[in-house]
């Protein structure tokens, strides 16, 4: 029994040996690809890591051109309405002395004046409008006095001031451009 044990004992041994090796190379095909998974699993995270960094930059660089748009577009706005303002307050001051023979034409310090007559039991009043040191300025004063553009108030900044009156239309000229006011009292320009 003796040497059925020994051979026993070698085939055993042949049988683990060839067990071993086999189960070796079981073991070393399970940690190659565990190793694999794992470097896979790194490229993932490296890859949804670059994704999340180009969307922030994205999203960033939306953001700061978005304020960007935003706040040229909002002063181009407040310039074009304070430029309609003050072109709607010329407009305004012709037709609140809409009065027969109320427009007149006078010669201010840089040019032509149009001038708004106002007659009242009190005397006669005169709202001067004219070009002065690169703005159109407003001057209220007595009729006959003399041009003081110091005391004038500053309407608008515009380097061209004309004006024009024909068949109860007076047409403004600004740097803005040219404005048309119907007037219901036709009258002739003194």
């Known amino acids: 029994m ?4 020994a051979c026993n004992r070698m085939g055993n041994a ?3 040996a060839s ?6 190379a079981m073991e ?4 190659s690809a565990q190793l694999r ?4 699993t790194d490229y993932n995270r490296m890859f949804m890591g670059f994704l ?3 969307f922030l930059v994205a999203l960033l660089f939306a953001i700061v051109t978005g304020a960007h748009v935003y706040r040229v577009l909002s002063s181009d706005q407040a310039a074009s309405n304070d430029d309609r303002l003050a072109q709607s307050l010329l407009v305004n001051n012709i037709r609140a002395n809409d009065a027969i023979d109320a427009i007149a034409r006078g010669e201010g310090p840089e040019g032509p004046s149009l001038v708004l007559v106002e007659r009242l039991d009190s005397g006669n009043f005169e709202t001067r409008i004219y070009g002065y040191n690169g703005d159109i300025v407003q001057e209220y004063t007595m009729a006959g006095e003399p041009y003081k553009p110091a005391s ?5 900044k515009s380097r061209t001031f004309d004006f024009g009156y024909s068949d109860g239309l007076v047409t403004l000229t600004t740097d803005e451009g040219v404005s048309h006011v119907a007037i219901r009292c036709v009258g002739k320009v003194a």
Do not use: C, Q
């Not at 067990?19 to 070796?24: A, D, G, V």
């Not at 004038?152 to 608008?156: K, N, Q, Y």
């Open 2 to 5: 003796s040497t059925r044990n």
């Open 14 to 16: 042949r049988l683990t």
């Open 19 to 24: 067990n071993s090796s086999f189960m070796e």
């Open 28 to 31: 070393v095909g399970t940690l």
């Open 37 to 40: 998974e794992r470097k896979h």
């Open 52 to 54: 999340f960094a180009l």
């Open 152 to 156: 004038a108030t500053p309407i608008v």
